[in-house]
């Protein structure tokens, strides 16, 4: 299913096309080349002082189920009832520190969230969707998978190949079958002054 952008203004087709879809095919696995091209994608996201503060886990339900259900034992119930089928899994953390002098970088969290759209929006040109999460229980994430406490744990991303809409039910069918939205350009777009509309 597609739920192409309605824009005020052109724009690329696939940030148009690109959206969080809940119904994956659980018959259709990622391949590693797929997974592969999902990391090159963020890992040439920009980040200040080339710094690269973004650290990912993948975790493959085809290749290793045990792991993969260990981070699906991480997401809120309502997250774990449509992603039940989803079979790559990502983790995205922050590092606090610069690398180059160890001081707290306040845009690594800006950085990591660069990198993790930069992944969503190749995931849509290869044809898969990526679904980014908030709803995760941190603590028992990075006791799972033992992550350092510099790094901050930002989003989940649930991916892989949509599916028919009919395989999500409760209230994620209500949440799929909803229009796409966005506040108006003029509402978050200033011209030159503050909350002036473009
Ligand atoms: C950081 C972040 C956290 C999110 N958390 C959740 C979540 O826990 N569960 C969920 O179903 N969707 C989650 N979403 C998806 C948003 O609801 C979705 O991106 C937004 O409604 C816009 O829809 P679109 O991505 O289809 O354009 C999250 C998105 C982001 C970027």
Known sequence: MKKTATTQAPVNEVIANRWSGRAYDASKAVSNEQIISLCEAARWAPSCFG???WRFI?????TDLASWQKAFDCLVPGNQEWVKDAPVLLLTC???LFGHNQ???????YDTGAAAENLCLQAEDLGLMAHQMGGF???AARDAFSIPEQFTLMAMVAVGYAADIKTVTGEALNRETAARKRKPLSELFFDSVWNKPI
Do not use: S
């Open 51 to 53: 710094d690269e503060p």
């Open 58 to 62: 993948v975790w493959n339900k085809n």
């Open 94 to 96: 922050a590092d606090t």
């Open 103 to 109: 001081k707290p970088n306040r845009w690594a969290q």
């Open 137 to 139: 229980n941190v603590d």
